[in-house]
């Protein structure tokens, strides 16, 4: 089945440093990726959406200054979270979408995730 | 209002137990509905999908009840691995998958 590998799986950084995190689909090509945060004990939260070849598209309330997005390939989606600080810690978790299948939840799949712990 | 609510839990269970999850979504435009299972400190898998006619896969049984906005997640016969969160997710309606995901619903199955 579909495979999506996302790096590293968990980094420590200081803050005011920048941390970047891959997810790369490893067996199908990705137009649409999304990245997600989750914070202990609370859903994940949908934070921007990845297009290949474009902007992304990011939710009400998160900083796309702050959390840069990059699509370059259609098998790579990289998150780049810059100056972090300790509220940034959390878990960050990608999604791709098998772009040659119909939509529904059951074609996307899910990176293992990033813990990002900011000191 | 959340746009996905779940009873936190935890739900403290026995083996063999049943057990009963339910969630309230507030779009009425949701199109599609699922449950997800994320153990701790892991990705969320895909469970099962939920149609609004039910649907069950073996011990899981799932029911969405559009006009109330409610879906549901039975589990029969509890074993110690499927003690998890259990997701509540919509995907809300726009031609593109965005999953919007509930805080999740804790089970613990014990001997």
């Known amino acids: 089945g579909a495979v999506v590998s996302q790096h590293p799986s968990r980094v420590i950084c200081k803050s005011g440093t920048s941390v970047k995190i891959e997810c790369r689909s490893l067996d199908f090509q990705a137009t649409t990726m999304f990245w997600y945060r989750q914070f202990p004990k609370q859903s994940l939260m949908l934070m921007a959406t990845?297009?290949?070849?474009?902007?992304?598209?990011?939710e009400q309330g998160v900083e796309k200054d702050k959390f840069l997005i990059n699509h370059a390939s259609l098998t790579l989606s990289t998150l780049t979270v810059t100056s972090a600080h300790p509220e940034d810690s959390s878990f960050y978790i990608c999604?791709?979408?098998?772009?040659?299948?119909?939509?529904?939840?059951?074609?996307?799949?899910f990176g293992a995730g990033s813990r990002l712990t900011v000191l | 209002r959340k746009e996905v609510e779940q009873d936190p839990g935890p739900f403290n269970v026995p083996e063999g137990a049943t057990v009963a999850f339910n969630c309230t979504y507030s779009n009425s435009a949701s199109q599609s509905f699922f449950w997800y299972r994320q153990d701790c400190r892991k990705e969320p898998k895909l469970l099962m999908s939920v149609y609004s006619s039910g649907n069950e896969d073996g011990r899981f049984t799932a029911q969405l009840n559009r006009a109330s906005q409610y879906i549901s997640l039975l589990i029969r016969d509890s074993k110690l691995s499927d003690s998890a969160t259990y997701l509540c997710v919509v995907n809300l309606s726009g031609g593109y998958n965005k999953l919007i995901f509930g805080a999740g619903t804790r089970l613990a199955v014990h001997p």
């Open positions: 990845s297009n290949e070849g474009s902007k992304a598209t990011y």
């Open positions: 999604s791709a979408r098998d772009s040659r299948r119909n939509s529904g939840a059951n074609v996307l799949t």
